[in-house]
């Protein structure tokens, strides 16, 4: 069974730092590209980063290049974000999925993200 379990989110402040992490099971983590997306408030959801099965390619939104990193453990089945110099507009719920989707129409839960003083 297909599952992202994402957390590390939370309450910060501007400036901050939080790291976020996402589980993977079900498919073989290693064969897929993974992709952080985020949705905030009456908004679409959009790609943060992605990273290639090997994670030696790596792209960001422009928004986010020289404040966040993607990383993966492929031996752990684990995504990671590192949000540095966190702003109110990086405010949403994270996800992370595969691409090509391994599951279509399948998202976790999420993880919350508030940046606000």
């Known amino acids: 069974q297909v599952q992202f379990v994402e957390s590390g989110g939370g309450l910060v402040q501007p400036g901050g730092s939080l790291r976020l992490s996402c589980a993977a099971s079900g498919f073989t983590f290693s064969n897929y590209v993974m992709i952080w997306y985020r949705q905030a408030p009456g908004k679409e959801r959009e790609l943060v980063a992605s990273?290639?099965?090997?994670?030696?390619?790596?792209t960001y939104a422009d928004y986010v290049k020289g404040r966040f990193t993607i990383s993966r453990d492929n031996g752990k089945k684990t995504l990671y974000l590192q949000m540095n110099s966190l702003k109110p507009e990086d405010t949403a719920v994270y996800y992370c999925?595969?691409?090509?989707?391994?599951?279509?129409?399948?998202w976790g839960q999420g993880t919350q993200v508030t940046v606000s003083s």
């Open positions: 999925n595969t691409y090509p989707r391994v599951l279509r129409d399948y």
């Open positions: 990273i290639i099965a090997s994670g030696g390619s790596i």
